[in-house]
T-cell receptor, first 114, second 112 residues
Framework: DAGVIQSPRHEVTEMGQEVTLRCKPI?????LFWYRQTMMRGLELLIY????????DSGMPEDRFSAKMPNASFSTLKIQPSEPRDSAVYFC????????????FGDGTRLSIL | QKEVEQNSGPLSVPEGAIASLNCTYS??????FFWYRQYSGKSPELIMF????GDKEDGRFTAQLNKASQYVSLLIRDSQPSDSATYLC????????????FGSGTRLQVQP
């Protein structure tokens, strides 16, 4: 079975540009999570969805960040406008039935904002 | 106080030894506990999960949970150089965000 699929794997762009990260969860998983990982702050939860509905977005750092899940097999995380401090690895994960279940992570998107 | 605390390491053990990784958490309502392994430049990979007090074994890995002491550990028996990675402890809190909180990770080095 395919795991969580993220794209792109790497993104380098200039400050002020819009960045869109994409994620396809494991089929049948009802929960989807977006994380950001940096050396300084570790792995931080940004937002999670249950059945395509955002449940908790309190980890989204600023209004520049937004996330959508238009259907069960696709989610996006958008940053507009991007800033150098947004540089990090962004992971998407999914789980079957709840936040208390094992999560399976995608390979991540390494984002560099110049 | 951080919600989930781990010693950052590095923890260095010789090949064949037992590696013991520890994690403490602050929320007494926590119900689910996970260990993830993360190789440099890779994504976190689930190793073990445990919900009840006591030990849970899977191959060379044993997870230990003590809710009274708010402590969870991971033992790796017969450590191999391929076990060298960062190990992340994650705890599902039963209050607030009701989502996983990750520790900062312990870097393990297994010396051949």
């Amino acid at each position: 079975d395919a795991g969580v699929i993220q794209s792109p794997r790497h993104e380098v762009t200039e400050m002020g540009q819009e960045v869109t990260l994409r994620c396809k969860p494991i089929s049948g998983h009802d929960y989807l999570f977006w994380y950001r990982q940096t050396m300084m702050r570790g792995l931080e939860l940004l937002i999670y969805f249950n059945n395509n509905v955002p449940i908790d977005d309190s980890g989204m750092p600023e209004d520049r960040f937004s996330a959508k899940m238009p259907n069960a097999s696709f989610s996006t995380l958008k940053i507009q406008p991007s800033e150098p401090r947004d540089s990090a690895v962004y992971f998407c994960s999914s789980s079957w039935t709840g936040t208390d279940q094992p999560q399976h992570f995608g390979d991540g998107t390494r984002l560099s904002i110049l | 106080q951080k919600e989930v605390e781990q010693n950052s390491g590095p923890l260095s053990v010789p090949e064949g030894a037992i590696a013991s990784l520890n994690c403490t958490y602050s929320d007494r309502g926590s119900q689910s506990f996970f260990w993830y392994r993360q190789y440099s430049g890779k994504s976190p990979e689930l190793i073990m999960f445990i919900y009840s007090n006591g030990d849970k074994e899977d191959g060379r890995f044993t997870a230990q949970l003590n809710k009274a002491s708010q402590y969870v550990s991971l033992l790796i028996r017969d450590s191999q150089p391929s076990d060298s990675a960062t190990y992340l402890c994650a705890v599902n809190t039963d209050t607030g965000r009701r989502a996983l909180t990750f520790g900062s990770g312990t870097r393990l080095q297994v010396q051949p």
